[in-house]
């Protein structure tokens, strides 16, 4: 497992979670991997400004992960190498009064970006087929016995399918990433959160509760990604133990992306391009004071 490819999931076929590595071919050095992610993400830079120039196509990146697989940094990175005016970031936490009052697609609708901008995801309507699914939560909502009865995770899955066909239909590419960590790692970090004190806010009790439905877990987004991962819209299986390849791939998943859409500079017609010479004049014809 190498290059990209090898971690991409586009429908063709079935997955199983289990052949995926967590970790870099021992082969990997570390230090070219770092280099390269360097140049990528000088290049989706320069990507993102055609992109927003061009204002037809809106890009959102999914973030999908078990705790401590490394969303949050992973996410700092991307943002690195971007013009933070073209590209907007949004955590899902447990939905909020209003939120659970809606459709389970609506509070991620509402942040969408407009054409030419990016948005990235941090968590997203997935977590209404993974966590909801792991804790059976829609069987307390609030909703008529007809939405809960038969299989309501299998019908979410179409409703993201087609959503996401939806909004590539109207000029939108959604990718999803799915930070695969290991187990025993996680209780690496998990364990340093603990014992660094820097560290300590970002361990939370709740977190091992998740982590002993681990193989639960593990199965709804094996179904999820089985179910959701299309041509247009791909699931990135990415390995996760060592923080260095993830940012790789993701770079290069990006650069992928960006690549499909080619955005190109607007092109100015005739008339503009004699207003902007006509232009040019008047500048040159101050006087200097
Ligand atoms: P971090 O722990 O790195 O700060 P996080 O994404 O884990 O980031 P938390 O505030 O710890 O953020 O957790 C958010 C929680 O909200 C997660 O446990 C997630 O499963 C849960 N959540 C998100 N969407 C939903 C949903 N639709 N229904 C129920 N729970 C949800
Ligand atoms: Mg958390």
């Known amino acids: 497992m190498n290059s990209l490819k090898d971690f991409i999931v586009n429908g063709d076929k079935k997955i199983k979670l289990k052949n995926f590595a967590t970790t870099p071919d021992d082969s990997i050095s570390k230090e070219k991997i770092v280099k390269k992610t360097k140049a990528n993400l000088e290049e989706m830079e320069k990507f993102q400004d055609k992109l927003y ?49 809606h459709s389970f697609l609506w509070r991620a609708i509402k942040r969408f970006p407009t054409r030419g901008k990016m948005a990235i995801f941090n968590r997203s309507y997935y977590e209404d087929v993974l966590v909801v699914k792991v804790h059976k939560l829609y069987e307390t909502a609030k909703m008529p016995n007809r939405c809960k009865q038969g299989d309501i ?30 187990k025993d790692e996680q209780k690496k970090r998990f364990l340093e959160r603990i014992d660094l004190k820097i560290k300590n806010w970002k361990f939370s009790s709740s977190d091992l509760k998740e982590r002993a439905h681990w193989d639960k877990y593990m199965q709804a987004y094996e179904d999820a990604i089985n179910a959701t991962a299309s041509e247009h819209s791909p699931w990135y299986v990415l390995p996760a133990d060592k923080k260095w390849y993830t940012r790789y791939l993701v770079s290069e998943a990006v650069l992928d992306v960006f690549k499909k859409i080619a955005p190109q500079y607007p092109k100015l017609d005739e008339d503009a391009q004699k207003r902007l010479q006509a232009d040019r004049e008047i500048l040159m014809s101050e006087e200097n004071s």
């Open 153 to 182: 995770i299998e019908r979410r899955y179409k409703d993201i399918k087609n959503f996401e066909e939806y909004e590539y239909n109207n000029g939108y590419r959604i990718i999803k990433f799915f930070l695969n960590v290991s």
């Open 53 to 101: 120039s061009e204002g037809k196509e809106g890009l959102v990146l999914i973030f999908q992960a078990m705790d401590a697989a490394g969303k949050d940094s992973t996410i700092k990175n991307v943002m690195s190498g971007l013009n933070p005016q073209g590209i907007d970031v949004h955590s899902f936490k447990q939905p909020s009064g209003e939120e659970a009052a």
